[in-house]
């Protein structure tokens, strides 16, 4: 199944983390990649590392907020694809944490996801995507689309981002 998480709401994220949880339970085999997060820069990473080990990475730059950081940027998604490209074969489920961030800024192209979507059904690897604006094109293919709305927002209100939290 293709699995998708996108609004502009939080808890795409740990829509995903929460995913990994049933899965190992269940006796998946489960990689996860996040294709914009730094390592180091989120709460769960630590956690991640030690649940999945060498199926986590966390493959991005941060934000991409200036172009003149494109090349960096692209050449960190395209890795980050390959590695997933890389962990279909022998896992029964794969996490592309953020993707459609990657996506929508045209660091991902849709040619090389639909690849990769391709690949994991060829081989029955259930996929999960997450990230604000998910294409339509994603959206008809997908079998399961959750939108996050947002409501309320503490930084409506100017206050910072918690750790633990917020990441």
């Not at 060498?54 to 694809?81: I, Q, S, T, V």
């Not at 979507?117 to 259930?126: N, Q, S, T, Y």
């Not at 947002?150 to 918690?162: F, T």
Request: proline fraction near 3%; charge should be negative; hydrophobic fraction near 45%.
């Amino acid at each position: 199944m293709i699995l998708v998480y996108t609004g502009n709401g939080k808890g795409k994220t740990s829509a995903c983390l929460g995913q990994v949880v049933r899965a190992l339970g269940g006796g998946l085999r489960v990689a996860l990649v996040q294709f914009m997060k730094e390592p180091g820069c989120a709460g769960e990473h630590r956690l991640l590392a030690e649940m999945l080990g060498e199926d986590f990475l966390a493959g991005g730059c941060g934000f991409f907020r200036d172009e003149a950081e494109r090349p960096r940027h692209r050449k960190a998604a395209e890795a980050a694809l390959a590695w997933a490209r890389g962990r279909v074969d022998g896992r029964d489920m794969l996490i592309l944490d953020e993707a459609l961030y990657a996506l929508r800024a045209g660091l991902l192209s849709r040619e090389e996801v639909e690849s990769l979507l391709d690949l994991a059904r060829e081989r029955a690897c259930h996929v999960i995507l997450s990230g604000r604006d998910a294409p339509a094109w994603l959206v008809e293919s997908a079998d399961l689309v959750t939108s996050m709305e947002e409501i309320r927002h503490p930084w409506q209100k100017g206050l910072p981002a918690v750790a633990g939290v917020d990441f």
